[in-house]
């Protein structure tokens, strides 16, 4: 595994196009289109930025990240990958669609990954003659400072495949956990019931959203209180999971609450629009 492609550079596939390059890879990043291209890298720039700031990297080891990424718009420039990682739209034909052209152009060996948090991965395997290299490989927001990744093996996903995922993922400096093609995976499965719950709570009246924060803030330890997790991860994200989790598993926990439902109609989804749960300024 030495050239590694990113399909996607909004904030998952940009931090995952980052941690791979400041990793050592030689990565290719795609996008759709130019401007959302170049959003991407310039939120690489100000991480890596960030990091040299801080002292956590030096200018010369971030210029060399730099050095190791090539953005393109073009898929065939993904042709030579060993790993292609795709973080684009959680959108099941448009993911399909990719995986068969990703299929027709990489090498035999190529490995294929999906970072969705909640869609099944087989399904994406199937429409390529390569099932058995096909595995999810699911990052947390942020990506560059989350220590995680879930490594999701489908009923097909060959031990070889698995393995070699371990090993690229301990090479990014994350710790791999070994998760069942089921939606939510192991974190998401047990995030997202919590989450809900929260909302919940806040809309029966039952604490004031601040409160809710702090409980879980200062009682348990948690960086960000849930209604404030919520606003990061994103409302629409979060309702769009929480769907399909209920859609599998029927369980009243994982049905998203109506004030969740008429803030993500209300456009209102957390801080990449300016509200959520709470005001946020845009920059
Ligand atoms: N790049 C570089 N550095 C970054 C960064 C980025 N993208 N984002 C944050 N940082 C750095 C900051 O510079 C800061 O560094 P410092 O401590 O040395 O000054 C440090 O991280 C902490 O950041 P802040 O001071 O801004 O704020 P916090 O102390 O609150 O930390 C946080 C931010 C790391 C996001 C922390 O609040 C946290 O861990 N929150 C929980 C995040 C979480 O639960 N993520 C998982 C979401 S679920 C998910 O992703 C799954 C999906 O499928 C939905």
Redesign the pocket.
């Known amino acids: 595994m030495q050239k590694i492609g990113v399909c996607g550079n909004g904030l998952?596939g940009s931090?995952i196009a980052?941690v791979a390059a400041t990793s050592g890879y030689d990565v290719v990043v795609l996008e759709a289109d130019q401007a959302a291209l170049d959003r991407g890298m310039k939120?690489i720039r100000?991480?890596?930025d960030?990091?040299v700031?801080?002292g956590?990297l030096q200018a010369a080891q971030r210029d060399e990240a730099l050095a190791k990424l090539r953005p393109t718009t073009q898929l065939e420039d993904l042709k030579a990958s060993d790993l292609v990682i795709e973080a684009i739209v959680e959108n099941m034909p448009a993911k399909k669609d990719l995986f068969q052209r990703l299929d027709a152009l990489l090498a035999p060996h190529a490995i294929i990954c999906s970072n969705t948090?909640?869609l099944c991965v087989i399904e994406m395997a199937a429409v390529t003659k390569r099932p058995k290299q096909i595995a999810g490989l699911?990052?947390?927001?942020?990506?560059?400072?989350?220590k995680l990744v879930e490594v999701v093996k489908t009923i097909v996903t060959s031990q070889a495949t698995i393995d070699t995922l371990f090993a690229v993922a301990a090479k990014l400096g994350k710790k791999p956990i070994l998760a069942q093609d089921t939606p939510g995976f192991i974190?998401?499965r047990l995030?997202?019931p919590y989450l809900l719950y929260a909302i919940r709570m806040y809309e029966s009246g039952l604490a004031s959203k601040e409160d809710i924060d702090e409980g879980m803030k200062l009682g348990c330890g948690?960086?960000?209180g849930p209604l404030?997790?919520l606003d990061?991860?994103?409302l629409d994200?979060?309702y769009f999971?929480a769907e399909i989790m209920f859609d599998e598993f029927k369980d009243p926990l994982m049905a998203p609450p109506p004030l969740l439902k008429r803030m993500v109609l209300a456009g209102q989804h957390g801080r990449k629009s300016g509200k959520g749960f709470y005001d946020y300024e845009k920059a």
Request: aromatic fraction near 10%.
């Open positions: 998952m931090g980052q939120r100000q991480s890596l960030k990091f700031e801080k956590a948090s909640s699911h990052f947390f927001n942020p990506v560059p400072i989350m974190v998401n995030l997202v948690h960086p960000m404030t997790l990061f991860v994103g994200t979060t999971i």
